[in-house]
């Protein structure tokens, strides 16, 4: 019987291999293609006769924790940018300060302070330059400040080191057994969109809770935003996507505008139902149906074919066609209600019939980007121009960023004067290395226990490679078979989102620590010297981030609400009106919402409130800049009283935003019917950019005057609500 259950074991041993290889294949591709660029990145060191491969093979590794070939390419870009603008000031800073320590070490701790507030504040590739700006000044300045006539051959060998494993990692990646970014950007875009119909779906069937719809919106910009990442490194490699990047950057614009008008629509259905006005919903809700019934979907689709996107696209268009008459004849049906029912029915009909104009305008472009053609003539001129629009975050996290990487510079700097110790100057590397890593992760606490975790494996890998099996080698052939296994592994650690920093620490510090020299030098006290420094700087970077202004807590927390609010303030009310105002408000107000979802809370209540203003902030926010854009653009369309009740309506929504008293309240909601009055009912049967203007601004007046009413957003003071 034994037998039997050996022999089947045996035969399954081959298939269980098989399904391993199905479903892991891409990580062992992409670990074997890693050994490979690191170690061809040492080989060229060597043959060139380059002191120290360390640093090549550690910037092919950083470079090759992303599997596809663009994002390679694209952060070897702005690694070559960022190491060379590093290595200048490195340079700058030893010819000011030679053999002076203390004036060096503050001055090298500003700059990575500096560098630090960079890589926090900005967002995608911009800020991996700034990463790079800071610690590259320590890793060319550090080990050449007491000998200043050698600073210059540090930072050529240096830059040398880091164009040799950007080539060598750009070139692996792109040639051998590639893996696109386009490919990934298009099905991630059709997994998006699949998404997208669902959080249409549930906004206007209102089957969810407030809470999970709101829950499925931020999901739904995260995602978005990951694209847009994705974007920014597909056109490094392929040209005929560059061409078509204003498309993307249109999708991005119009994926927006969608999302907040489904989500607005889906607010005004629940004051409606706050109000108990059932006649209004049952007015509407034929026309709800009918746009329902276009997207009649299996639900949890994953992918949608294009055949199927482009059929929903053209039903969408004729239901956008003929909705306006629609719209008023359900209108003359309700000539028995009353004014504000009236009011709630023409808001709720205009808000569905911009949303939908928007979501056909974006299947457009998403067609159009799937088919390599142009875009369709039918957007308008301001969305047809595309606009960059450069990521950032609070001002004060940036700061408090950079305060913990200075005090923790400053620290190690300061342990090393006191102490004498020859090692110092590694650790000193490496707190600013780690501070400014972690400067740009989620999630600093658990990237630093998982960066020291990967520190202390890669570091006894290292001593047990370079002292037990280094030795023993003859030629770079033998070098190349048993490092390669060693590097697979921290590769194939890294792939997995949940290790992927213990994977990338040990990849990075068993190089950095094992130290490949050429000609490679027997001393296991410098290995363990260095390795004893990398881990604690690593561990001065993590207790400053733990201690000094914590990420995750209320004051941080508080800074993102203070600058949610001020976005309203001095953006959508104060900003001169120019293309791409609306654009780069959403988009600000997409990152906040999300950088507010990441940080932790010590009170869930707490977090509750602040995406209640994040959500009352961005329907506002876009409210005012609409109605200033359509009072622009359409001037002569309204009357001459309207300019002056704009006027008093958006300073009094700033005035609130700055301060929610009792007082601000009350001059907010009279401004609001003030405006609302100015503006004259038109029918809907005439569908003239004048006459949609005004239904547009009607309805987003009345929006604005549901959110001033509804006690759960913090717009409303406490006392009034809990009243």
């Excluded at 249409?200 to 809770?209: C, E, H, I, W």
């Excluded at 056109?235 to 498309?247: A, S, T």
């Excluded at 309700?334 to 504000?340: H, N, S, V």
Aim: net charge neutral.
């Amino acid at each position: 019987m034994s037998s039997v259950l050996d022999r089947s074991n045996a035969l399954s041993w081959p298939q269980n291999a098989m399904e391993y290889w199905k479903a892991d294949r891409g990580r062992l591709i992409h670990a074997a293609k890693t050994a490979v660029a690191v170690l061809l990145s040492a080989w060229l060191c060597m043959r060139l006769e380059l002191l120290t491969p360390r640093t090549a093979m550690v910037s092919t590794v950083i470079l090759m924790m992303h599997q596809q070939a663009g994002m390679v390419i694209a952060r070897g870009f702005y690694r070559g940018i960022g190491m060379a603008v590093g290595s200048l000031a490195g340079l700058m800073l030893v010819t000011l300060f030679p053999q002076r320590p203390m004036p060096f070490l503050l001055a090298l701790s500003a700059w990575v302070a500096l560098c630090v507030w960079g890589a926090s504040y900005y967002r995608n590739y911009q800020s991996y330059g700034f990463v790079l700006a800071g610690y590259a000044t320590a890793i060319t300045a550090v080990p050449a400040w007491s000998n200043p006539y050698g600073i210059f051959d540090s930072v050529v060998y240096t830059m040398s080191d880091v164009a040799i494993g950007v080539v060598c990692a750009s070139a692996v990646s792109a040639l051998l057994i590639p893996q696109h970014v386009v490919p990934a950007l298009l099905q991630s875009g059709q997994r998006h969109f699949a998404h997208f119909l669902a959080f249409v779906r549930q906004a206007l069937r209102g089957q969810l809770s407030p809470e999970a719809i709101d829950a499925a919106h931020i999901a739904l910009v995260s995602e978005r935003a990951q694209l847009e990442s994705l974007r920014s490194a597909a056109v490094f490699e392929d040209p005929q996507l560059r061409l078509r990047n204003p498309i993307m950057i249109r999708l991005n614009r119009e994926f927006l505008d969608a999302s907040a008008g489904f989500h607005a629509i889906r607010q005004v259905r629940e004051r409606m139902a706050r109000l108990h006005r059932d006649d209004c919903w049952n007015a509407l809700r034929a026309l709800h149906d009918d746009f329902l019934g276009i997207l009649t979907v299996p639900e949890g689709t994953p992918l949608l074919p294009l055949a199927d996107i482009k059929a929903i696209h053209a039903s969408i268009r004729a239901y956008v066609d003929g909705l306006p008459g629609r719209i008023q004849a359900q209108r003359e049906t309700l000539a028995g209600m009353d004014d504000e029912g009236q009011e709630l029915f023409a808001t709720g009909a205009a808000l569905l019939y911009f949303a939908a104009r928007d979501f056909r305008d974006y299947l457009t472009d998403f067609i159009a980007l799937r088919e390599g053609g142009a875009a369709s003539a039918d957007h308008g001129s301001a969305k047809a121009r595309p606009e960059h629009i450069v990521s950032t975050a609070n001002h004060m996290a940036a700061s408090a960023a950079a305060l913990r990487a200075g005090i923790a510079v400053l620290a190690v700097a300061s342990f090393w004067l006191a102490s004498g110790w020859v090692g110092g100057a590694s650790a000193l590397v490496a707190v600013s290395i780690t501070s400014a890593l972690f400067a740009v992760v989620p999630q600093p606490a658990v990237a630093s226990r998982h960066m020291f975790l990967g520190c202390l494996a890669g570091g006894v890998t290292a001593f047990l490679f370079n002292f037990f099996v280094l030795p023993r080698l003859d030629g770079f052939t033998l070098l190349a078979a048993c490092m390669a296994p060693i590097l697979m592994v921290g590769s194939y650690v890294n792939s997995f989102p949940s290790t992927a920093v213990l994977g990338l620490g040990f990849n990075i510090y068993f190089c950095f620590i094992g130290n490949l020299a050429n000609p490679n030098v027997y001393d296991p006290t410098a290995l363990l010297d260095t390795g004893f420094a990398m881990l604690l700087g690593i561990g001065t970077s993590a207790l400053a981030f733990s201690v000094v202004l914590p990420y995750g807590s209320d004051w941080a927390m508080q800074s993102y609400l203070r600058q949610i609010r001020r976005e309203v303030v001095r953006v959508a009310c104060g900003s001169p009106l120019r293309d791409g105002l609306l654009l780069r408000f959403e988009s600000g107000m997409r990152d906040f919402i999300i950088q507010l979802q990441s940080r932790a809370s010590t009170r869930g209540g707490a977090r509750s409130d602040f995406l209640g203003w994040a959500f009352a902030a961005l329907e506002l926010g876009r409210a005012i800049i609409q109605i200033r854009m359509d009072g622009a653009n359409f001037a002569a369309s309204l009357p001459s009283e309207w300019p002056a009740a704009q006027y008093a309506w958006q300073t009094s929504i700033a005035a609130l935003f700055d301060q929610v008293t009792p007082e601000r309240h009350a001059q907010a909601l009279a401004s609001t019917r003030a405006a609302l009055q100015a503006i004259p009912r038109r029918n809907f049967v005439d569908t003239s950019p004048g006459t949609l203007a005004c239904f547009r601004m009607r309805a987003l007046l009345h929006a604005t005057e549901l959110s001033l009413l509804d006690d759960t957003l913090p717009l409303m003071p406490r006392a009034e609500a809990a009243s």
